[in-house]
């Protein structure tokens, strides 16, 4: 079956939906199903947070580069963002059941490894490994939600499971400033063990295996391996840049290397009997910019949140649990917001919502550039809690644009497609404001470190210096002196400043590209139909 003729699809009516049959006792029971599915995709919405308040202790302890700390980020997602539609049609073919449940065990012990390893080449190939499991989690969650619950109350259980979802990720910086402060950095990652042992004591007794009608009967090889190698070279000529340079020939290699394999990508999927992703759905002009705006909030979002951690731990000093707690208003805002904007959405059409969302995103951006070594803790917040109030309203009604406006037999593909597409935004964002901040710091610590009178540095001791001040460090020798202490660390937090303003100041023009592409949506006539697919 072609792309085409599956879109085709839409135009038929609609079968009536099957209608699950209650049950009885624990087995296939709709609110222990949502329980079980909860506590498990519970680790995954964790590890999007609880990782970044470690990042500063792990970058130290196991002796990282910055690159390195970024790869702890972007392998976690890229695996993620690059599965999840794969990992979608792997629970349509061989049950939802068994794919979940092996998403928890996988997880789980990914995490395990984790914290048992003493080299960060070790952590970031377990990271990678989370997110691969982590993809099987998510969408298989979702497909138990739908055979389980009926029609009229499917909507309240995933608006449940938005709700934990929001709360594991408010949670994770708290969490883990605890974990990191009072235990180590490893505990981070050792807490998903009895969170996935308790998930999948819950799976085997409470899940009941469902299957397809229609399952498919082959996968896109090819295309899976097009997307990724897409993806990974782009990824790795931004975070490579600032060292090679964006004139060296290895960079645009690469980027010339990814603009193939997306290209191919995007021809095979043509002619694919079951593409990876159906391309025909994208001559939806509003679910186009539905796709967009999730890539450019996440670009915006992600990639200012990476910075945050290492100006508030390494420029303020605070302590993983403070750094956490200054972050609760961000995503406390995001808890709230959710709902008030679902509201405005129902009410009024995803236009006027989103456009104002990126608006507060882009002038929250705008704000944190201006933050500055001695900014309070009151201003901080503000910004913070700006940005969450942006971020709430994209969130969800990008979401609805994207699925409603999928045809009814896409609306599972679509969903997979959001959360693709907020995962490779976050991806990106970390690895391009990752470069911008890079770049300023190489073009301005030197004439910095000279206009204040500091001994000369040579050329390595320069570039030892440039990378401690990318993630906020001041590169104070052992035994200095006070006031040459007192000197150096001046230097670096000015010089760490003007490269968060600037990478916040890139960031709010992206969220202004992203007002002029939220005026193209619109709701979808299929909205209602898939709402289920919208919070995954």
């Not at 456009?355 to 201003?379: D, Q, R, V, W």
């Not at 460090?473 to 490269?499: R, Y």
Request: overall charge negative; hydrophobic content about 55%; glycine content about 12%.
């Amino acid at each position: 079956m072609t792309s085409q003729t599956t879109v085709d699809k839409a135009d038929r009516v609609p079968e009536p939906e099957h209608v699950p049959t209650p049950a009885k006792g624990l087995r296939g029971h709709p609110w222990l199903t949502l329980f079980s599915v909860a506590i498990g995709v519970m680790m995954v919405a964790l590890d999007g947070t609880i990782v970044a308040i470690a990042n500063p202790t792990i970058k130290q302890d196991l002796g990282a580069t910055f690159a390195d700390v970024q790869w702890i980020t972007n392998g976690y997602f890229l695996a993620l963002a690059v599965t999840l539609i794969t990992a979608g049609k792997l629970g349509d073919r061989f049950g939802h059941r068994q794919t979940f449940l092996i998403g928890v065990v996988g997880f789980a012990a990914a995490s395990a490894a984790i914290g048992l390893s003493d080299s960060i080449a070790l952590v970031i190939t377990f990271r990678v490994l989370q997110g691969l499991f982590g993809a099987l989690l998510m969408p298989a969650a979702l497909g138990l939600l739908r055979a389980t619950f009926p029609a009229e109350k499917l909507n309240m259980a995933i608006g449940i499971w938005g709700m934990v979802i929001g709360a594991s990720t408010a949670g994770g910086p708290i969490v883990g400033g605890l974990l990191v402060e009072h235990v180590s950095w490893q505990s981070v990652f050792f807490i998903n063990v009895p969170i996935g042992v308790l998930a999948l004591a819950l799976g085997l007794f409470i899940l009941l295996d469902h299957r397809a009608e229609n399952a498919p009967r082959s996968f896109d090889v090819l295309g899976i391996v097009l997307l990724s190698g897409a993806m990974f070279c782009l990824v790795w000529a931004l975070i490579k840049a600032p060292t090679w340079g964006w004139g060296d020939g290895m960079t645009w290699t690469f980027i010339a290397v990814s603009v193939l394999c997306f290209a191919v990508f995007a021809l095979w999927e043509t002619r694919v009997a079951e593409p990876l992703i159906p391309l025909a759905l994208f001559r939806s002009v509003p679910l186009s910019a539905g796709v967009v705006l999730m890539v450019l909030m996440a670009i915006a979002f992600m990639g200012g949140l990476f910075f945050v951690t290492f100006y508030l731990q390494n420029v303020h000093g605070m302590s993983p649990v403070e750094s956490g707690m200054h972050l609760l208003p961000l995503t406390g805002m995001m808890i709230v917001g959710s709902p008030l904007a679902g509201a405005m959405i129902t009410k009024v059409g995803p236009r006027i919502p989103l456009a104002g969302g990126m608006t507060l995103t882009a002038a929250a951006m705008y704000g944190m550039s201006t933050l500055e070594p001695g900014t309070g803790s009151g201003i901080m917040s503000l910004w913070f809690a700006l940005l969450g109030l942006g971020l709430a309203p994209v969130m969800v009604g990008a979401t609805e644009v994207i699925v409603g406006n999928a045809p009814l037999e896409l609306s599972g593909v679509a969903g997979g497609l959001q959360q693709a597409a907020m995962q490779i935004g976050g991806s990106l964002g970390t690895a391009v404001l990752g470069a911008v901040m890079a770049s300023k710091v190489d073009s301005d610590l030197a004439g910095n470190w000279t206009g204040a009178g500091l001994p000369p540095l040579t050329h390595d001791q320069l570039g030892q210096a440039s990378e401690a001040v990318q993630v906020g460090v001041a590169p104070v020798p052992p035994g200095a002196p006070p006031a040459l202490a007192e000197k150096i660390t001046g230097v670096a937090q000015d010089t760490f400043m003007a490269g968060m303003s600037m990478a916040c100041l890139v960031a709010a023009g992206v969220a202004v590209v992203a007002i002029l592409v939220a005026l193209l949506t619109k709701r979808g006539a299929n909205a209602e139909a898939g709402a289920g697919a919208a919070h995954i």
